[in-house]
């Protein structure tokens, strides 16, 4: 049985998925609060990448052991995310930095 017919199919898978939504909601309007800027889905994540703090909080709240959880969660949330630009160019710095290819 696969993720989605599980939520159909158990209450409480649903209320858990709802409930999970919210909390994430929740945490993307406290990151904005926090910086005081309107900042979107791509920004956030970025902010998650770079921002020790932000990350700790982040997977606190979610109760992610590693970082690999919190942005698998990220990107099943908004699966577009990959494509951002802003996305691409920090990543392409970090790999500079690093000496990767």
Same mark, same amino acid.
């Given at each position: 049985?696969?993720?989605?017919?599980?939520?159909?199919?158990?209450?409480?898978?649903?209320?858990?998925?709802?409930?999970?939504?919210?909390?994430?909601?929740?945490? @993307?309007?406290?990151? @904005?609060?926090?910086?005081?800027?309107? !900042?979107?889905?791509?920004?956030?994540?970025? !902010?998650? !990448?770079?921002?020790?703090?932000?990350?700790? !909080?982040?997977?606190?709240?979610?109760?992610?052991?590693?970082?690999?959880?919190?942005?698998?969660?990220?990107?099943?949330?908004?699966?577009?995310?990959?494509?951002?630009?802003?996305?691409?160019?920090?990543?392409?710095?970090?790999?500079?930095?690093?000496?990767?290819?």
């Amino acid at each position: 049985m696969n993720y989605y017919n599980r939520i159909e199919q158990v209450p409480s898978a649903r209320i858990s998925d709802k409930e999970i939504n919210s909390l994430f909601i929740k945490f @993307c309007t406290l990151t @904005c609060i926090l910086y005081n800027k309107k !900042l979107n889905l791509a920004n956030i994540f970025l !902010l998650i !990448l770079k921002e020790e703090k932000i990350s700790a !909080l982040y997977k606190s709240i979610f109760e992610f052991d590693t970082d690999f959880e919190g942005i698998k969660f990220f990107l099943d949330y908004d699966s577009s995310l990959h494509k951002s630009k802003y996305i691409k160019k920090y990543l392409n710095a970090r790999d500079k930095k690093s000496g990767k290819k």
